[in-house]
């Protein structure tokens, strides 16, 4: 057993871990944050994505102690209290979900993409489209670069088209 300080969410826990825990059972069974979701228990599905320091990560895979004071940001952290984010706004107003068991990994998985495409991080279709140099805002994310950067989350009911339509309508209102 090791103390584990997280801050999740915005609130600082200190929790006494088996320092082989995932990160994924300390939110789920200390914690009680039930929305990350354990799919496949293999980080293929992306059921269980989390921000950790600003960065997506599969929390199945990620040992808690690994993390230790870092910064844990859960599809529960992403709403403003009971304010729902434009995001997950966006997921219900294009129905983005159908079973809604990778709804919480999508959603986080695509706030954390929409942060990193926002500081210029490049991916795969970026340079199919020529994008190569630095060239990034909101308003550059095409449909085709929205699916190669969610590509890890995976929706076992097929809402992709959904789930593609509702990122990009976040992106145009941040234009």
């Given amino acids: 057993m090791r103390d584990v300080t997280l801050t999740v969410n915005g609130t ?7 320092v ?13 944050l039930t929305g990350t ?16 320091d600003g960065e997506r990560v599969v929390s199945c ?4 102690a690994s993390v230790d004071g870092g910064d844990v ?8 209290g009971d304010q729902l984010h434009p995001l997950q706004q966006a997921f219900v107003d ?28 490049l991916s795969t279709a970026s340079f199919e489209a020529g994008r190569a140099t ?4 909101p308003d550059t994310l095409s449909d085709s670069e929205i699916r190669e950067r969610m590509a890890g989350n995976i929706c076992r009911c097929g809402a992709y088209a959904n789930i ?9 209102e941040q234009k």
């Fill in 164 to 172: 593609v339509e509702a990122i990009a309508g976040v992106v145009k």
């Fill in 12 to 18: 600082s826990h200190t929790v006494s871990a088996d």
């Fill in 37 to 52: 979701k354990k799919g496949c228990d293999h980080g293929l599905c992306g059921a269980c994505t989390v921000a950790v």
């Fill in 94 to 121: 294009c129905d983005g979900f159908q079973c809604g068991f990778c709804t919480s990994g999508q959603i986080s998985s695509a706030h954390a993409m929409l942060h990193e495409h926002a500081r210029g991080d």
């Fill in 73 to 80: 940001l859960t599809v529960e952290g992403i709403a403003d």
């Fill in 134 to 137: 630095v060239c990034h805002g």
């Fill in 61 to 64: 895979l990620t040992l808690a």
């Fill in 20 to 32: 082989r825990s995932t990160l994924l059972d300390l939110l789920r069974e200390t914690l009680h």
